[in-house]
């Protein structure tokens, strides 16, 4: 079965620290895709990335950067000089290539962020 | 702005009772999805539409229902309603249904049961 898990429930960080947070994921697929969502205490989900099993890149955005390793079955994502405005829960989730009622988004519990000033 | 429109934000009702939440995707998509998030289950995936037709069903109740309509609207209808149906209800949207893309999520409807 698959399973997405954010081990970290709540992080409390002051303006301008670098925070990391985890996600492992759980798959015997090959193909699959790995994606982090932000929610803000406005309630929406806000897309954040996308990452497919193929590609192992680290990707950086701005004061956000994500690193995918295979080998650990890990996507963690940092977020460099955090700002107040970062204060949000954020999800990590999976999505299987082949569809069906498992190959929708399957998201870990959400880790929330709370940012200081 | 992700461009998907939920209706109502909020819902408040009773017990046994039933309700219908809207959702118009983006301009574009085909293909809908309905999720729940609870503070005990957490975000879960309830049903998936494209073009009008189901395309895949997850953790959803047989008192829900949703469809999916010539427009592209889709409904999620809730019925006999319990306590634990309380939960922030998600729609969200994406072009072709794919597994590869991002779905986009509209800001949900609260729906509390009393």
């Known amino acids: 079965a698959q399973k997405v898990t954010q081990a970290q429930t709540e992080i409390s960080v002051v303006e301008k620290e670098d925070v990391t947070l985890d996600c492992v994921y759980e798959t015997r697929d090959t193909t699959y895709y790995l994606f982090w969502y932000k929610q803000p205490p406005s309630g929406e989900l806000v897309f954040l990335i996308r990452r497919n099993s193929f590609d192992e890149q680290n990707e950086i955005s701005g004061r956000y950067s994500w690193n995918f390793q295979k080998s650990t079955s890990s996507f963690n994502f940092t977020i460099t000089a955090s700002q107040v405005v970062d204060s949000a829960v954020y999800f990590c989730?999976?999505?299987?290539?082949?569809?069906?009622?498992?190959?929708?988004?399957?998201f870990g519990k959400g880790t929330k962020l709370s940012v200081k000033p | 702005d992700s461009g998907v429109t939920q209706t109502p934000k909020h819902l408040i009702t009773a017990t046994g009772q039933r309700v219908t939440l809207r959702c118009s995707p983006r301009s574009g998509d085909l293909s809908v999805y309905w999720y729940q998030q609870s503070l005990d289950q957490g975000l879960q995936f309830l049903i998936q539409?494209?073009?009008?037709?189901?395309?895949a069903k997850g953790n959803i109740l047989e008192r829900f229902s949703a469809q999916q309509f010539p427009d592209l609207h889709s409904e999620l209808n809730l019925s006999s309603l319990e306590l634990g149906d309380s939960a922030l209800y998600f729609c969200?949207?994406?072009?072709?249904?794919?597994?590869?893309?991002?779905?986009?999520f509209g800001s949900g409807t609260q729906l509390s049961v009393l």
């Open positions: 989730a999976l999505r299987l290539y082949y569809g069906g009622s498992q190959g929708n988004l399957i």
């Open positions: 539409y494209y073009n009008g037709e189901e395309r």
């Open positions: 969200a949207s994406s072009a072709t249904g794919t597994t590869n893309e991002k779905l986009f």
